[in-house]
């Protein structure tokens, strides 16, 4: 069986949902990025067919994989997310990784099931898996070095395009839990109103978030 590797980057918990800053504070927004990061490595952790879990980043990636029984992997501050990743993916491969999955850290509605249908969807070259919003929610790279990493806007048909140029295959898969994450205040406003378990939704009802992001819908209408 090959051996396929979860990279997962991580920001500062404190410079982490900075788009969230008109409507949550700085505390707030560093425990719900901690919040979407469990359940993001929960996922990871119980899903049936991973090698092992990177995380990339800083030191509070270190503190991080502690408590997940995660590898870290230093990011350069003189390369952008796309260039580390790349990076951090080949430093996978020379450690005898045959494939690597990045995930971002924000998935509150991930599952080991989705995981699982991922890695079973992987081939040689490219995996993309959209969000909702035309991101990347998981890229697979099989094997590591079949690159390229653009993320950002619609990166998921540039990630596609970006393959199918270099002569990679590359296929998308829809995965409905890795569809949504969390960067807006829209996002939480639909985080709150999911049934399914998340700790990133406890956190948010218990912090009254919720409720306060409903008080302040119905000023606005009012």
Not at 37 to 51: I, K, S, Y
Not at 67 to 95: E, F, Q, Y
Not at 165 to 177: P, T
């Amino acid at each position: 069986m090959n051996a396929i590797w979860a990279l997962v980057p991580v920001k500062a918990p404190a410079h982490a949902k900075s788009r969230l800053a008109s409507a949550l504070s700085a505390a707030e927004r560093s425990a719900l990025a901690t919040a979407l990061a469990r359940d993001t490595l929960g996922a990871l952790a119980a899903a049936r067919g991973l090698g092992g879990i990177a995380l990339l980043g800083d030191t509070d990636a270190a503190a991080l994989a502690a408590l997940h029984d995660c590898v870290t992997l230093a990011d350069d501050p003189a390369l952008d997310l796309s260039a580390n990743l790349a990076a951090a993916a080949l430093r996978l491969g020379s450690m005898g990784a045959d494939a690597v999955v990045i995930v971002p850290a924000d998935l509150p509605l991930l599952t080991a099931a989705a995981v699982e249908a991922l890695l079973a969807a992987l081939g040689p070259g490219v995996t993309v898996v959209p969000a909702a919003d035309g991101g990347t929610n998981a890229l697979g790279l099989m094997p590591p070095s079949d690159g390229p990493c653009c993320f950002g806007v619609d990166s998921a048909r540039r990630h596609l395009e970006a393959a199918r140029a270099r002569g990679l295959a590359a296929r998308r898969v829809d995965l409905a839990a890795f569809a949504r994450d969390v960067d807006t205040v829209d996002d939480v406003r639909w985080l709150c109103a999911q049934d399914a378990p998340s700790h990133a939704r406890d956190y948010l009802l218990a912090g009254g978030i919720c409720a306060r992001l409903v008080q302040q819908d119905e000023r606005r209408r009012a």
